[in-house]
């Protein structure tokens, strides 16, 4: 054991050492999303910058499958990092898990390349295999979308057979059973039909299901383990409150899913049975922080990594606002038939994967930092305190207020361009053209200027916070 306020992987165990390969991956990609995302908003108002070099269709692909893999990069370490504590048990399979990181790692590096030095071309079976798959959202081209499952059936492998050997718990059986559904519903985006509507179905398994039901039980099973290690939650309480999320999620998640299929040519039951059910999934993980910390302070909560617990808290509200409000308000069909395909979805998607899956992601950032430097103490009084509550702050104003201006961006064109212009080529220029949008979008750029200096601040604070700090956790807990 080192110094505490040293970093020193000898304070971890096999499968946390795992997780911070796969943090870092994480963090590099967290910040290339954002700088990619900056680059196409700039060209969504200026056209003419880096056109023919770096293209706005590239700049938010890469923007968005930026995102995804970096929050799936955090996933994945997030559930190496709490394995063995939860299993009691050391991982099973570890170096085929190290191989299956820097496959991924490698993958991923090729990927990337291919989509900003290829941009341009005839699409074939020979580019689908190799290029881009040219589906929104998952343009990975098919060895990328074989290796991501190949991954994924190895980490699950890791985790299933550490806890069939290991212990048993709530927590391990769900995260056991939605790692069946994570490899499982990727298949769906591994096949395309000829037929449009046919294709969308299957295409909505994938953006809806593997992310937002698969995505948010894996995410109430990090919540239910981090509440504990943070503030001494109780387990009956968390793993009751995660049982109801999985009770919602695989049940209204499915049907909720409906609300995509509302304009593919979809029987028309689907009208009322996707816009009732869309907004039920993210109400039980609020419930299980509200009770947590209703519960350890009954009981003198003690905690002492202060950042961990304020992005953990800040998940559980901006996970049922942004996933659960901003969704509803867009789902039901009398109003989805005004802003689908307009920026108001955007707005959505913004505030929905930074509130329910970017947050968690980062409080376990700060989790693996405090045991990294000899579970040193992270909470009150802790050196440089400013730097975390400044990226928290900056990163919250500026996705926030990129929201609220896509959303008003996307009421102007739901008004002028849908319910006025008749959904006409017309009236989508005229909409493109307004003040209230252009305005609108100016203003997304300079929050999203914003965004981007949250993030750089938060790295900062992730590589500084604690350090040199030998107070421990435990007697620094003790003495508060």
């Given at each position: 054991m080192s110094a505490l306020g040293t970093f020193d992987s000898t304070n971890l165990n096999g499968g946390q050492r795992l997780a911070v390969k796969y943090f870092t991956v994480a963090v590099v990609l967290f910040v290339a999303q954002i700088l990619f995302g900056l680059l196409a908003g700039i060209q969504y108002l200026?056209?003419?910058?880096?056109?023919?070099?770096?293209?706005?269709?590239?700049?938010?692909?890469?923007?968005?499958?930026?995102?995804?893999?970096?929050?799936?990069?955090?996933?994945?370490?997030?559930?190496?990092?709490?394995?063995?504590?939860?299993?009691?048990?050391?991982?099973?399979?570890?170096?085929?898990?190290?191989?299956?990181?820097?496959?991924l790692t490698a993958a991923v590096t090729v990927v990337v390349l291919v989509y900003l030095f290829v941009q341009i071309g005839p699409g074939n079976d020979t580019s689908l295999w190799l290029i881009n798959e040219g589906r929104e959202y998952i343009e990975a081209p098919r060895w990328a979308d074989i290796g991501i499952v190949v991954v994924v059936l190895i980490f699950f492998a890791n985790v299933a057979l550490t806890f069939f050997k290991g212990r048993w718990t709530g927590i391990s059986g769900v995260l056991v059973l939605d790692l069946v559904a994570l490899a499982g519903l990727y298949l769906a985006g591994m096949f395309y039909t000829t037929n449009i509507s046919i294709d969308q179905y299957w295409w909505w398994w994938v953006i809806h299901l593997w992310v937002e039901a698969t995505w948010e039980v894996m995410v109430g099973t990090m919540m239910a383990w981090a509440l504990m290690k943070t503030i001494g939650a109780r387990r009956q309480i968390v793993e009751t409150w995660l049982y109801i999320e999985v009770a919602l999620m695989f049940g209204s998640g499915i049907l909720g899913l409906g609300h995509h299929y509302f304009w593919i040519g979809s029987p028309n039951y689907w009208l009322s049975i996707g816009g009732f059910f869309s907004a039920l999934e993210p109400i039980p993980l609020v419930a299980m922080v509200v009770h947590a910390v209703y519960d350890s302070g009954v009981h003198k909560m003690k905690n002492s990594n202060h950042p961990a617990l304020a992005w953990l808290i800040a998940h559980a509200f901006g996970n049922f606002f942004g996933a659960g409000v901003w969704g509803f308000m867009q789902t039901l069909p009398q109003i989805n038939m005004y802003t689908h395909g307009t920026q108001w979805s955007a707005s959505h998607g913004h505030l929905a994967f930074f509130g329910a899956y970017a947050t968690i992601n980062i409080a376990f950032f700060y989790v693996a930092i405090q045991q990294s430097r000899g579970n040193n103490w992270m909470g009150a009084g802790l050196a440089g305190a400013w730097r975390w509550k400044w990226a928290l702050g900056l990163l919250h104003m500026g996705v926030i207020g990129m929201s609220v201006t896509l959303l008003i961006a996307g009421y102007e064109q739901s008004f002028i361009e849908r319910a006025v212009g008749g959904s006409t080529w017309s009236a989508y220029f005229e909409?493109?053209?307004?003040?209230?949008?252009?305005?609108?979008?100016?203003?997304?750029?300079?929050?999203?200027?914003?965004?981007?200096?949250g993030t750089l601040l938060l790295v900062w604070d992730l590589l500084a916070v604690g350090k040199g700090d030998t107070r421990p956790a435990e007697v620094a807990a003790a003495e508060v």
């Open positions: 200026k056209p003419e910058f880096l056109h023919g070099i770096l293209d706005f269709s590239v700049n938010r692909m890469v923007h968005i499958n930026a995102m995804v893999v970096w929050m799936l990069y955090g996933f994945i370490g997030a559930v190496y990092w709490l394995l063995e504590d939860e299993s009691q048990h050391e991982i099973v399979g570890l170096k085929l898990g190290n191989l299956g990181f820097w496959v909409a493109q053209q307004h003040p209230w949008f252009v305005q609108a979008m100016w203003w997304r750029q300079m929050f999203g200027w914003v965004t981007l200096a």
